[in-house]
């Protein structure tokens, strides 16, 4: 008898897994294909993706070679066309190098306007847009007055900012080439005393801090026992 309750145990056993297995088995089976197709998938994206940043690596690396061995115009053109239709992070160096060829070529307008096209656009990530205000404000730092630098960068120079040092040396030479001593004073003092200021550019806010002293009649600061 027991061999009997066994039988049909089993044969329940096997009917119940005939049923799930005709209600899921497609799914299962289709789930599995999927798992390998996406894997392969994902693998050719990656080759895709790795061939296409180096292709646009080559194109950069190239208007770059252009640049160094003298020929700007043709480096602008190659430049201007990564810019254009690049992809990743290109078009942005691409965007930045030409304006810094527009002004190692003394072509200040086209540089800053260049600088502030880059700052202005929502394609550039917002922790470079800094960076292309203060290359803008440097070049204008001979031609435009202390109110109009505040306008551009004073915001970069405020504690904690990223490019605080930058903006605050930019500042210091405005105001110093305003004859606003007082004003460049404080924008070189607050770099000295941050702790996390450049070596290099304590240097120079040494020496300017110097000239301003001489410039005011004051004494120059003892020298560091």
Do not use: C
Request: hydrophobic share 50%.
């Amino acid at each position: 008898m027991s061999d009997i309750f066994r039988e049909v145990e089993d044969d329940l056993r096997r009917e119940q897994l005939k049923s799930l297995w005709n209600r899921i088995g497609p799914f299962v089976l289709v789930a599995a294909v999927l798992i390998v197709v996406g894997t392969g998938g994902w693998r050719a994206w990656e080759w895709y993706s790795l061939k296409q940043a180096q292709a646009e690596g080559d194109r950069f690396v190239a208007a770059l070679q252009l640049a160094e061995g003298g020929k700007t115009d043709e480096a602008i053109t190659a430049l201007q066309a990564v810019a254009a239709d690049g992809k990743g992070g290109y078009p942005v160096l691409a965007r930045f190098r030409i304006a810094s060829e527009h002004a190692a070529a003394g072509k200040t307008e086209d540089a800053v306007a260049a600088f502030d096209a880059i700052a202005a656009s929502g394609e550039t990530p917002a922790v470079i847009q800094p960076l292309a205000r203060l290359r803008a404000a440097l070049l204008l730092v001979d031609s435009i007055d202390l109110a109009a630098m505040k306008a551009r960068i004073e915001p970069l120079a405020a504690t904690g900012a990223p490019w605080r040092h930058s903006a605050r040396e930019i500042l210091g030479l405005s105001a110093w080439r305003a004859g606003d001593y007082a004003a460049a004073r404080g924008y070189f003092d607050e770099i000295a005393q941050d702790p996390e200021a450049p070596q290099m550019m304590r240097q120079r806010v040494a020496l300017m801090q110097e000239l301003i002293r001489a410039k005011i009649g004051e004494a120059p600061a003892p020298a560091a026992s």
